[in-house]
């Protein structure tokens, strides 16, 4: 039972480069969501699904695109990068969100630096 | 929508004494509170949570309460010891809908001197 899966763990681009930060879960969650820490400021949402098909925005979306084709895959796509967009992402996932008591089992992060 | 404030940012005690975190939230509607440890080069885990009806919880060393006039919750750690020392995220939720998300602090950075 690996739980959640980011890859890569490191990145570099450079700014304008497009690149897609994996995410996945062996845990059959319906709910999975990314985050971005920066120094500071926490952990701030920027995407998350309830299920295969649906995805929403969170409070930092701009920038950014996601798809939930399967339960298992979440990723994150970054179509233009920015400097702004330095940072530490985390993938996490639940349970059905009716199940919040279990909470979030999040990924080891990929740090991304755009120069 | 729901914002979460957290308390202090950098916190050191001496092995053996208490640690003390404090958060508050602004949407009374919020009603699950959950506690993270991050440790460096990881991913935040979850340690401990509260729901809105429970004013109290305890597991071992850590306890969470929960005041919801004030809407302000706290994270306490006894007896600290060396392995505590970590960045800690709380988080408040509105329960129980397809939209409902988890709003994350700013972290706390605890550090236990020896």
């Known amino acids: 039972n690996a739980g959640v899966t980011q890859t890569p763990k490191f990145q570099v681009l450079k700014t304008g480069q497009s690149m897609t930060l994996q995410c996945a879960q062996d845990m059959n969650h319906e709910y999975m969501s990314w985050y971005r820490q920066d120094p500071g400021m926490g952990l701030r949402l920027i995407h998350y699904s309830v299920g295969a098909g649906i995805t929403d925005q969170g409070e930092v979306p701009n920038g950014y695109n996601v798809s939930r084709s399967t339960t298992e895959d979440f990723p994150l796509r970054l179509l233009s990068a920015a400097p702004s967009q330095t940072s530490v992402y985390f993938c996490?996932?639940?349970?059905?969100?009716?199940?919040?008591?279990?909470?979030?089992?999040f990924g080891s992060g990929t740090r991304l630096t755009v120069v | 929508g729901e914002n979460v404030e957290q308390h202090p940012s950098t916190l050191s005690v001496q092995e053996g004494d208490s640690a003390v975190i404090k958060c508050t939230y602004s949407d009374s509607a919020s009603n699950y509170f959950p506690w993270y440890k991050q440790e460096l080069g990881k991913g935040p885990q979850l340690i401990i949570d509260i729901r809105s009806n429970v004013g109290e919880k305890k597991d071992q060393r850590i306890a969470v309460t929960l005041n919801k006039t004030a809407k302000h919750f706290s994270l306490h750690i006894t007896e600290t010891q060396p392995e505590d020392s970590a960045v800690y995220f709380c988080?408040?939720?509105?329960?129980?809908?397809?939209?409902?998300?988890?709003?994350f602090g700013s972290g706390t950075r605890l550090s236990i001197r020896p």
């Open positions: 988080a408040a939720s509105i329960g129980y809908s397809s939209a409902s998300k988890i709003i």
């Open positions: 996490a996932s639940s349970p059905a969100p009716t199940r919040q008591a279990d909470g979030y089992t």
